[in-house]
């Protein structure tokens, strides 16, 4: 069985349809509804595995992985599989008893090790955990985490001088410098060596420095020490840094310091100091792209803090870049409640609601948190969106407008507002409301391309102030040159204005850019058939009806592969209809989409 399932490992990508089609359903015993039944062999259980990791589904994972262990118990490759997918379940006791037996059969498997780790740490066996980190450091990533992980085995032991001196590692690579440095300021400061902690943050870099995690942490150290000026300073740097109304956690302190009140320190535990150990690089595995490695770090954190708030919401944004919206809720539902994270929370649980097309619950949700705060602009802006994605364009509006409304004074950060609810009235067909307030959002940010490209495309669809809006297009290209729709935009203006070898040329490019859209392939059939190649063009529009178009759009294709174009003085003479004029489809893609990705993390 072994050799089969190494077999498996370098072919699993190329039987995967197969297995769907036909071996699944039959081995793995998937019942009527999709349903996992009892498995009729233990390859199936492992195919199901893979196809359940490979879709994210890890909790399907666990379990379909624990029914092929049961039939094969010293599998190394089964017992891997299994005990990283109950990590990232969180489902401790099973994940331990898979860990020790994995470090049996592979001694320097490090995440096994790491987890080990933190058992042994939480049960105040010291020794035992320090080992297990230790051989946890197997790369450049395990060998930072054994590194700040053992120091906080030392500080838990009250040997300060040895954490610090194991932070000072001089091998550690520059981009490990500034974990090493946050945590030794940390650390120190929980030792009560003012001095050594405020050295040490200092030697981060100012950018770092104004990140908001060593935001909150070096503000509360100087706040702690009764430097409430410095303190506020600090979050003054971050906010200025950010552009943005600040993070509500920030805000908080602020105020809080303001009062004349000292808070007390970020880490104030050596458990906590491991848990932002394993929250700290989780965070940062799951923004650069490594969701499942972030995840189980996450969860390590959370295993030392169950309510770490930050871990839970960083989590939480993992499961919505992985679409298991479900479990993102769940995340944010066990974060404290009344902490100045909640509208932050509700508002990401409402758009978590929207995307499991649970429209009526997040309304509800956002217009909750809307009335808690009658001031805060975000869950009209969330509203605003989801409306808008749901097409009810007159609501999506309005709820514009009361976003607007509470603007004093527009500043750059408030394009988006305008941008929106111009697009909407563009929808709703009032163009002169929909043209002030894309001129708006172009006054106060005048170089964003999506705004750029909407107004400079709706005035060429009018034939209105074509060479200005031409010229706004192609300086949205000049931003965006990558952005197949932006590109295809300046195409179909091109085309517009009968410049069809210009066309062409752009089209061409959007296409090689975003390839699996229909709408650019259906411009650029046009544009090939305009220029007179009209076999290219049949074979754009057949490509295009192949890539799921809107049904209109597929009609109107049908009949261009049936009768081709009429000629291009016939085509100027229709005025802005669905055949000549942008399609829906095409027109969304340069909107802004609702609100998305962490709110906690501005």
Same mark, same amino acid.
């Given at each position: 069985?072994?050799?089969?399932l190494s ?7 190329t ?8 071996v699944?359903?039959? #081995?793995a015993?998937?019942g009527?509804?999709?349903n996992?039944?009892?498995?009729r062999s233990? !390859?199936?259980?492992?195919l199901?595995? %893979?196809l359940?990791r490979g879709?994210?589904d ?5 379990t ?13 490759? !089964?017992? $891997?599989h299994?005990?990283?997918?109950e +990590? ?5 006791p099973?994940?331990?008893t898979l860990a020790r037996?994995l ?5 320097t /498997?490090r ?6 780790g933190l058992?042994?740490f939480k049960?105040?066996?010291y020794?035992?955990s320090?080992?297990?980190f230790?051989a946890a450091?197997?790369n450049?990533?395990?060998e ?5 992980a053992r ?9 300060t001088?040895?954490a610090l001196t ?7 690579p520059?981009w ?6 946050y945590h030794r300021?940390?650390?120190a400061?929980?030792a009560?060596?003012?001095?050594d902690?405020?050295m #040490?943050?200092?030697r981060?870099?100012k950018?770092d420095? %104004?990140?908001? &995690?060593?935001?909150?942490?070096f ?5 702690s020490?009764?430097d409430?000026?410095?303190?506020l300073?600090i979050?003054?740097?971050h906010?200025?840094?950010?552009k943005?109304?600040g993070?509500?956690?920030?805000? +908080?302190l ?6 004349g009140e000292r ?5 104030s ?5 491991l848990a932002?150990v394993f929250?700290g690089?989780?965070e #940062?595995l799951?923004?650069?792209?490594g969701? /499942? ?9 959370? @295993?030392?803090v169950p309510d ?6 960083t989590?939480a944004n993992a499961y919505?870049?992985t679409?298991r919206y ?7 539902d066990r974060?404290p ?7 932050s929370?509700?508002?990401r649980k409402a758009l978590n609601l929207?995307?499991?097309e649970r429209?009526? $619950?997040a309304q509800?949700?956002l ?10 602009i975000?869950?009209?802006?969330a509203?605003?969106?989801i409306m808008?994605?749901h097409? &009810?364009?007159?609501?999506? +509006? ?5 976003a607007i ?7 750059q950060?408030h394009? =988006? @507002?305008?941008y =929106?609810?111009?697009?909407c009235?563009? &929808? ?5 409301a929909?043209?002030?307030? !894309?001129?708006k ?6 170089? $964003? #391309? ?5 107004l400079?495309?709706s005035w ?8 200005q ?19 295809d935009s300046l ?5 517009r ?8 040329k752009?089209?061409?490019r959007a ?8 709408v ?7 544009g090939?058939w305009?220029v007179?190649?009209?076999?290219e063009a049949r ?6 009806l192949?890539?799921?178009?809107e049904?209109?759009d597929?009609?109107k294709? %049908?009949r261009?592969?049936q009768?081709?174009l009429?000629?291009?003085v016939?085509?100027r003479?229709?005025?802005?209809t669905?055949?000549?004029? %942008?399609?829906?489809q +095409?027109?969304?893609?340069? $909107?802004v989409?609702?609100? =998305?990705?962490?709110?906690f993390?501005?």
């Amino acid at each position: 069985m072994r050799a089969r399932l190494s077999v498996l490992n370098r072919f699993a990508s190329t039987l995967a349809l197969a297995v769907i089609t036909t071996v699944l359903p039959a #081995a793995a015993g998937v019942g009527p509804g999709g349903n996992a039944a009892e498995p009729r062999s233990q !390859l199936g259980s492992y195919l199901a595995g %893979r196809l359940a990791r490979g879709a994210n589904d890890t909790s399907a994972a666990a379990t379909y992985y624990g029914r092929a262990l049961a039939s094969d118990p010293e599998n190394e490759v !089964l017992i $891997e599989h299994s005990f990283l997918m109950e +990590a990232t379940e969180g489902n401790w006791p099973r994940a331990e008893t898979l860990a020790r037996e994995l470090v049996k059969v592979q001694p320097t /498997h490090r995440t096994a090790h790491a987890f080990l780790g933190l058992v042994d740490f939480k049960a105040k066996q010291y020794t035992a955990s320090d080992e297990h980190f230790k051989a946890a450091s197997a790369n450049p990533i395990g060998e930072l985490t054994s590194t700040l992980a053992r120091a906080w085995v030392h500080q838990a032991q009250g040997k300060t001088q040895d954490a610090l001196t194991l932070l000072d590692a001089p091998r550690q690579p520059e981009w490990a410098q500034f974990y090493l440095r946050y945590h030794r300021a940390l650390l120190a400061d929980l030792a009560g060596r003012r001095i050594d902690a405020r050295m #040490a943050y200092e030697r981060i870099p100012k950018n770092d420095q %104004r990140t908001l &995690r060593i935001t909150l942490a070096f503000a509360r150290h100087a706040a702690s020490g009764g430097d409430a000026k410095v303190a506020l300073s600090i979050l003054k740097a971050h906010f200025d840094r950010s552009k943005s109304d600040g993070h509500p956690v920030a805000l +908080a302190l602020q105020q809080q310091i303001m009062a004349g009140e000292r808070p007390g320190l970020l880490v104030s535990t050596p458990t906590e100091g491991l848990a932002e150990v394993f929250y700290g690089l989780g965070e #940062a595995l799951t923004g650069e792209g490594g969701v /499942h490695v972030g995840a189980v770090y996450l969860q390590f954190a959370l @295993y030392l803090v169950p309510d770490f708030p930050f871990a839970l919401a960083t989590l939480a944004n993992a499961y919505e870049t992985t679409k298991r919206y479900e479990a993102a809720i769940g995340a944010y539902d066990r974060i404290p409640k009344n902490t100045p994270l909640q509208a932050s929370i509700d508002i990401r649980k409402a758009l978590n609601l929207n995307q499991l097309e649970r429209l009526d $619950e997040a309304q509800k949700l956002l217009e909750d948190v809307a009335n808690r705060d009658p001031r805060d602009i975000r869950p009209l802006d969330a509203l605003g969106g989801i409306m808008r994605g749901h097409k &009810r364009y007159a609501e999506a +509006a309005e709820y514009y407008t009361r976003a607007i409304a509470l603007i004093t004074k527009p500043e750059q950060k408030h394009w =988006s @507002y305008f941008y =929106s609810r111009g697009t909407c009235y563009e &929808r709703l067909k009032k163009w002169p409301a929909a043209e002030a307030d !894309l001129q708006k959002a172009l006054q106060l940010k005048p170089d $964003e #391309a999506l705004v750029l490209n909407y107004l400079g495309y709706s005035w060429i669809d009018q034939s209105r102030n074509l060479k200005q809006g031409l010229a706004l297009i192609e300086k949205a290209v000049r931003q965006k040159p990558d952005d197949g729709y932006i590109v295809d935009s300046l195409g179909w203006a091109h085309y517009r204005l009968g410049n069809f070898k210009e066309a062409v040329k752009h089209l061409e490019r959007a296409v090689e850019l975003r390839p699996e859209d229909p709408v650019l392939n259906d411009h650029l059939g046009d544009g090939f058939w305009r220029v007179g190649r009209t076999r290219e063009a049949r074979f754009q529009w057949e490509q295009a009806l192949t890539l799921n178009p809107e049904p209109d759009d597929a009609e109107k294709i %049908r009949r261009k592969l049936q009768k081709g174009l009429p000629n291009p003085v016939q085509a100027r003479q229709v005025k802005r209809t669905k055949e000549a004029g %942008r399609s829906e489809q +095409a027109k969304k893609r340069t $909107e802004v989409n609702p609100p =998305s990705g962490p709110f906690f993390f501005q």
